[in-house]
C-alpha cells in the first residue's frame, strides 16, 4: 500500500499495490499459534472502499479449522490461567510497545479497507491501545476480597478465576480498537480467546495478532476464524465457549445473546445506537457548531457513538445554518489524502442504505438543508462516498429517525424546552450517548440526572469513557450486565470462587446437624 509521491498533490493516488500472487492476498487463520491458509474456496473479496480495488479475500472458515481454533484454546487454557498475572501483564506491557512501534501500519490497514481517514485510523488504534495499557494493571484488577474471622478461627476470601476459553465477535467500524476491547482484557485474566474479525476489514486483527505473537502470547492463547453468520453460530453453539463479547448491530447482536444464552453462556453485547445532542441557546455558538458537526460528520457517522440527532432548544433553533456552513466546508476524500475530513462509507449497499434513508426523510416532509448523495471526488469516482448531510424539521415518526443511519447524515429536530428535547431523547429506543451543549450548571445537571442513556456528555460531543471506567450504553444499545473494559470488563471475563478456611486447633465435638452460624 502505498501513497504514490510520484506528483505529491495530485488526487487519486492512494492505490493499494496489489500482489501478482493471488494466494498472497488470502487472509489466514490463527490456529494454535500458526498462521495457516483455510482449505475453505469460499471467500469474501475486501475492497478499498475509495477505489474499489482488492485488497484482501477472507476465507470462510471450515468448521473443522474452527474445531480447531477452539480445541487449541482449550489446550492453552490450563498452562495460561497458572502463568503468574505478572507475566501475563508483561505481554500487554511488550504489546502495547508493539502497538506504539507499529500505529502507523495499522492505521493505514484500516484506512484501505475500512475507508476512515488516516488521522482517524491512528485515533481507532490509539483508543484500542489505551485498553492494552490498562490490562497492564491487571494483578490489581483481578484482586479478590477478604474477610478474617467470619467465625472463630474461619476466614472467608474470594478469587477472580478466568473462565475458559473466550470469543469475540467484531464490526466493521473500529477494526482496531474493538478487538482490543476484548481480547487484552480476557486474555491478561487468564482466559484463552477466539477471535472473529468482521469479515468485511480483517486486516487490523491480524496484524494485532502477529504483535501479539511478537509479544510473547504463547500459542493458541489468541487464535482468529473468519467467516460470517455460521460461524457465529457455531462460536454461539460450542459447549467449550463460556463467554461471547459482541460488538456490531442489534439484528444480530440479539440473536446471538439469545442463542449463546440459551446454551448457558455469558454475552456482553455492545449494539446500535441513535445518539443525540441537546443545544441550549445559552451554548457557546461557536464550540457547539464545531462540535456537533465534528461528531455527525467524523469517521462518515460510522461510529456507534456518532452524533446523529441535534434537537435544538428555543432560541438556538436559527443555529442550523451555521452547522450547514461548516458541514459544506468539510473535505469528502479518499482517507489516505492529508486534506480528507471524511472518507468513503464502507460499501455500495451501506451507500444505497443511507441515501434511501435521506430520501425517506424528504418524502416524510423533513428539510434537506444540505444533500450529500451526489458527491463525486475527482480522481475516486467508484468510491462509495456520502457527503455530510442535513435535514431539518424532523420527527420522531420519520423511518430516518427510527433506523440507525450509520452515515454522515445529521438529523435536527426542535424542542420549546430542556423539558421537551429530554422527552424526545428519551422517547427513543436506544441509549447509547447522549450530550448536552449549555453554560447552565442548572440545566446540565438536569440533563444528566433525566437523560436515559448510558454514555452522557456536558458539552462534549462524543463521551467514550477511557478504559478505567466502562463502555456503558444503555436500553437497547447494550445487551447483557457486565459492560466492556473497566472494571466490569474483568468481572465479565472472571467468575468469583469464595473460599471459606478454617485454621486453628480443632476441639474433637460431637456431630451437629443444624445450619452452621459464626460463633
Ligand atoms: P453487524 O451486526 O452487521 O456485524 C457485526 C458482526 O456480526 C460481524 O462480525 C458479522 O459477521 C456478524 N453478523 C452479522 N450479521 C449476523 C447474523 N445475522 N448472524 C450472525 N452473525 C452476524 O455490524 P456492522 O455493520 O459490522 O457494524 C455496525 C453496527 O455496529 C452498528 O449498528 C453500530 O452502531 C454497531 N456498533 C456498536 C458499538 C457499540 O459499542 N455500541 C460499537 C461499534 C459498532
Keep these: 500500500w502505498k501513497i504514490s509521491s510520484s506528483s505529491s498533490m495530485v488526487i487519486g493516488t492512494c492505490h493499494y499495490s496489489t500482489s501478482t500472487n493471488p494466494s498472497s492476498l488470502r487472509v489466514r487463520n490463527l490456529i494454535g499459534g500458526e498462521f495457516v491458509d483455510s482449505q475453505s474456496t469460499a471467500t469474501i473479496d475486501i475492497l478499498n472502499p475509495a477505489t474499489q480495488e482488492l485488497v484482501s479475500q477472507v476465507p470462510l472458515t471450515t468448521n473443522e479449522e474452527f474445531k480447531a481454533a477452539v480445541s487449541a484454546a482449550k489446550q492453552a487454557f490450563p498452562s495460561w490461567r497458572n502463568t503468574p498475572v505478572t507475566t501475563r501483564q508483561r505481554v500487554m506491557f511488550k504489546l502495547q510497545e508493539l502497538i506504539r512501534r507499529d500505529t502507523d501500519k495499522l492505521a493505514k490497514n484500516i ?150 444464552a440459551a446454551k448457558g453462556k455469558r454475552v456482553q453485547a455492545n449494539l446500535g445506537a441513535k445518539n443525540h445532542a441537546i443545544i441550549m441557546p445559552d451554548a457557546n455558538v461557536d464550540a457547539t457548531l464545531n462540535a456537533l458537526a465534528a461528531a455527525g460528520f467524523g469517521a462518515a457517522g460510522q461510529r456507534c457513538m456518532a452524533l446523529s440527532t441535534a434537537v435544538f432548544v428555543g432560541e438556538s ?72 448531510t442535513i435535514l431539518s424539521n424532523v420527527t420522531s415518526d420519520m423511518e430516518c429517525y427510527k433506523e440507525e443511519i450509520f452515515g454522515p447524515v445529521l438529523l435536527c429536530m426542535q424542542a420549546n424546552s430542556l423539558e421537551e428535547a429530554i422527552e424526545i431523547v428519551n422517547r427513543n429506543e436506544y441509549g447509547n450517548g447522549a450530550s448536552i451543549f449549555t453554560t ?50 474483568v468481572q465479565f471475563y472472571t467468575q468469583i470462587k469464595t473460599v471459606t478456611q478454617q485454621w486453628k486447633d480443632l476441639q474433637t465435638q460431637g456431630v451437629s446437624l443444624a445450619m452452621p452460624t459464626s460463633q
Design 440 to 489: 447552565s450548571g442548572v440545566a446540565a445537571r438536569k440533563f444528566q440526572n433525566e437523560i436515559e442513556a448510558g454514555q452522557v456528555g456536558i458539552n462534549v460531543p462524543i463521551p467514550v469513557p477511557l478504559p478505567f471506567f466502562s463502555f456503558t450504553g444503555s436500553k437497547a444499545s447494550f445487551a447483557g450486565d457486565l459492560n466492556f473494559y473497566g472494571k466490569a470488563g
Design 111 to 260: 484506512t484501505m479497507e475500512q475507508g476512515k481517514t488516516l488521522k482517524d485510523a491512528q485515533g481507532d488504534v490509539f483508543r484500542g491501545l489505551e485498553v492494552v495499557e490498562h490490562a497492564c494493571g491487571m494483578g490489581t484488577l483481578q484482586m479478590g476480597e477478604f474477610v478474617a474471622n467470619v467465625s472463630s478461627g474461619i476466614d472467608t476470601y474470594s478469587i477472580r478465576e478466568p473462565l475458559g476459553v473466550c470469543a469475540g465477535i467484531c464490526p466493521f467500524n473500529f477494526p482496531a480498537m474493538i478487538p482490543l476491547w476484548m481480547f487484552p482484557i480476557a486474555v491478561t485474566c487468564g482466559n484463552t480467546f477466539v477471535l472473529k474479525p468482521s469479515e468485511k476489514d480483517p486486516g487490523a486483527s491480524m496484524i494485532l495478532a502477529e504483535l501479539a505473537m511478537e509479544a510473547g502470547l504463547p500459542k493458541g492463547v489468541l487464535n482468529i476464524v473468519h467467516g460470517t453468520n455460521d460461524i457465529v453460530n457455531n462460536i454461539c453453539d460450542d459447549k467449550d465457549i463460556k463467554a461471547i463479547s459482541f460488538v456490531g448491530s442489534n439484528t444480530a447482536g440479539m440473536h446471538i445473546y439469545s442463542r449463546a
Design 317 to 388: 433553533k436559527p443555529w442550523i445554518d451555521g452547522l450547514v456552513e461548516r458541514a459544506q466546508g468539510l473535505k469528502v476524500n479518499a482517507g489516505c489524502e492529508p486534506d480528507a475530513d471524511l472518507g468513503p462509507v464502507i460499501s455500495k449497499q451501506a451507500k444505497e442504505r443511507i441515501c434511501r434513508l435521506i430520501q425517506t426523510g424528504v418524502e416524510s416532509g423533513a428539510s434537506l438543508m444540505l444533500d450529500g448523495r451526489k458527491i463525486v471526488v475527482p480522481g475516486y469516482e467508484e468510491g462509495n462516498f456520502v457527503g455530510p
